[in-house]
């Protein structure tokens, strides 16, 4: 898979404008016979323009800008073929985003929220195995919260009406705002009206599909959830219709009707789940999607990456590894990580530091955790590698941070992730954030977590038919 980008750059001290065109074919593999060009004119902030490439580093130029995006950026509608659906997914405060405010968050921002996650997760793996009067509970903060923010357009109800909502890999039941609101942040789009919908239900206390959510009822199905930095959703369990695209309609599908939501949503409609459990978008779509579904999270908020339902465009360049499983959480998605190499050799860490508690990914914690010991490992072999930079001040979690001013070209070594039959050799952007090894460690029993940085261009494919994760290079930009 080739992709074609034409780049022709002027640069200054203070700005580098790029003209961009991007062919689609490339970045959604799956369409073998479209080809849609894209073409933007950005500018871009804290980008490196790749210019060599060595056996254990790769060079970048160096381009200071600030980012002034297109007004008129452009975005792809969903479109399907004959065994799959696909969205454009785009960042929360991208110049592509569907919002109005699309001011980036600072690195202390992103950092903070990034946290607010990792705590809940955390937290979670500590809890007793006794179950929550609502399963869904369990559900872990949103995208949003984790910085990564990548949201896509979907349509509920007849007529349909588009809602703009989180993408999250680690909850199950998928919600949105509704009306009539007894409390309602504010959100993009018009709030979904029930009853305005010919095909909408509200599920009767009665059915199969309240009394597997065991959740309190009078005359309706309630739900509720409470997340981990105290925002929380509630109201009526109901089906209706699902609009993916124009050609792929989902009857009856069940989700969350919230009419009291209170937080840190920011104008998104609410969120969609892709847990492995059985109210997730995927486990209801199992029939037509066969289980499976994949995404590309783009390497800067001003790119496009896609969400995709059913089979993987690419099949011949997509490497899998085991999904594996916890009866404690059995809605993440585990793997199982056995070592890291800096510029080419691997680490001396054993296996069993990383499967000691498991590792999951997550598309919603931005920056990823590994056991103390592991961290050690991978920040000294960095360091070494990158001992003839100045050092910047850390920034929370982040310790390992240089001054790149002044520098022209920047050499970084190459990073890859070691999983049982995979190697994953990550993306610059997956390795340097803001001039900061983008790695954390941590202490205690809890799992270690595979962040939405280090996912960066990979097409990440869910198999849960055959329980596994595979990875496609290069399938966004």
């Known amino acids: 898979m080739v992709a074609e980008f034409f780049n022709v750059t002027w640069s200054s001290l203070s700005f580098a404008i790029i003209w961009e065109c991007v ?66 997914l785009v ?19 992103i950092l903070l929220k990034d946290q607010l996650r990792v705590n809940y997760l955390r937290r979670s793996a500590l809890k007793s195995s006794a179950k929550p009067q609502v399963d869904d509970s369990k559900a872990s903060i949103p995208a949003e919260y984790g ?57 009767p206390c009665n059915s199969q599909d309240c009394s597997q959510l065991r959740s309190s009822c009078s005359s309706s199905c309630a739900y509720g959830i409470t997340y981990g ?12 219709r699902l609009t993916l695209s124009p050609n792929d309609v989902i009857e009856d599908f069940l989700f969350g009707c919230g009419t009291d939501n209170e937080g840190l949503f920011q104008d998104t ?19 037509v999607y066969h289980s499976v579904f994949s995404y590309c999270l783009p390497s800067t908020p001003s790119s496009t990456g896609f969400l995709k339902l059913g089979e993987p465009g690419d099949a011949s360049n ?37 499967s000691s508690r498991g590792t999951i990914i997550d598309s919603g914690t931005t920056i990823t955790r590994l056991p103390a010991s592991a961290y050690g490992a991978l920040r000294s072999a960095f360091r070494s590698y990158m001992s003839q930079y100045p050092a910047a001040p850390p920034t929370r979690v982040l310790d390992t941070c240089y001054d790149f001013s002044g520098y022209e070209t920047i050499s970084v070594p190459k990073v890859a992730l070691h999983f049982d039959g995979v190697t994953l050799d990550l993306d610059t952007s997956g390795i340097l954030r803001h001039g900061c090894l983008a790695f954390a460690g ?18 990440v494919v869910y198999d849960l038919g055959n329980e596994r994760i595979g990875f496609v290079p290069q399938a966004c930009s």
């Open 23 to 88: 062919s689609f074919t490339a970045t959604y593999p799956a369409l073998s016979e479209l080809s849609i060009y894209h073409c933007r004119f950005q500018k871009y902030e804290s980008m490196f323009l790749r210019t060599l490439v060595r056996a254990d580093m790769e060079v970048y130029r160096v381009i200071p800008s600030r980012i002034a995006p297109d007004p008129l950026a452009w975005i792809v509608s969903p479109f399907s073929g004959s065994n799959f659906t696909a969205f454009p």
């Open 91 to 109: 960042h929360r405060h991208g110049p592509c985003s569907p919002f109005d405010d699309k001011k980036l968050l600072s690195l202390e921002e």
């Open 442 to 459: 941590y202490q205690g029993g809890s799992f270690g977590i595979i962040g939405n940085v280090q996912q960066q261009t990979f097409e």
């Open 147 to 203: 910085g990564g923010e990548y949201v896509i357009t979907v349509g509920y109800g007849t007529p349909s009406r588009e809602q703009t909502v989180t993408m999250d890999t680690g909850s199950d039941l998928s919600w949105i705002q509704c009306k009539p609101c007894s409390a309602c942040y504010s959100q993009q789009e018009p709030i979904f009206d029930p009853s305005q919908s010919s095909s909408y239900t509200a599920i």
């Open 269 to 287: 409609a609410g969120l969609v789940g892709l847990g492995r459990g059985k109210r997730s978008l995927v486990s209801q779509t199992s029939q």
């Open 318 to 354: 997509t490497v899998y590894t085991r999904m594996q499983t916890s009866s404690n959480h059995p809605s993440f998605y585990f793997v199982d990580l056995i070592g890291i190499s800096v510029g080419g050799q691997q680490l001396a860490i054993s296996p069993s530091v990383f």
């Open 229 to 240: 930095d105290g925002s929380t959703t509630s109201g009526v369990y109901s089906y209706d």
